[in-house]
């Protein structure tokens, strides 16, 4: 059983930074792509970045493009996603999911087969 265990979050004033890990366990993670989605309160869940299986792709919704950066280490079974100029409208659960068939960079939620429990990224002054 592939699990996925997000950290990283928390309470950071507009301008400022996170960086957020998620960790994969129980499967083959350097063959995987895997994203990051965020659900904002009262909203459906978004794409955010992904990064195809090698790390040679990535891919990211306009909202974000110039100020998140996603990565990722193989050797640690580890995603990141780093957050710079964070915006008030960056509130949300982050999570981190991982695509098992293609390791292609997708926005699609449905291709994702594997989700973790969320992190909270609040940005308030």
């Known amino acids: 059983q592939v699990q996925l265990v997000e950290s990283g979050g928390g309470l950071v004033q507009p301008g400022g930074s996170l960086r957020l890990s998620c960790v994969v366990s129980?499967?083959?993670?350097?063959?995987?792509?895997m994203g990051w989605f965020r659900q904002a309160p009262g909203k459906e869940r978004t794409f955010v970045s992904s990064i195809s299986y090698s790390g040679n792709s990535t891919y990211y919704a306009d909202s974000v493009k110039g100020r998140f950066t996603i990565s990722r280490d193989n050797a640690k079974n580890t995603v990141y996603l780093q957050m710079d100029s964070l915006e008030p409208e960056d509130t949300a659960v982050y999570y981190c999911a991982a695509e098992l068939f293609w390791g292609v960079v997708t926005s699609n939620q449905e291709a994702y087969a594997y989700w973790g429990q969320g992190t909270q990224v609040t940005v308030s002054s």
């Open positions: 129980g499967g083959t993670f350097r063959s995987y792509a």
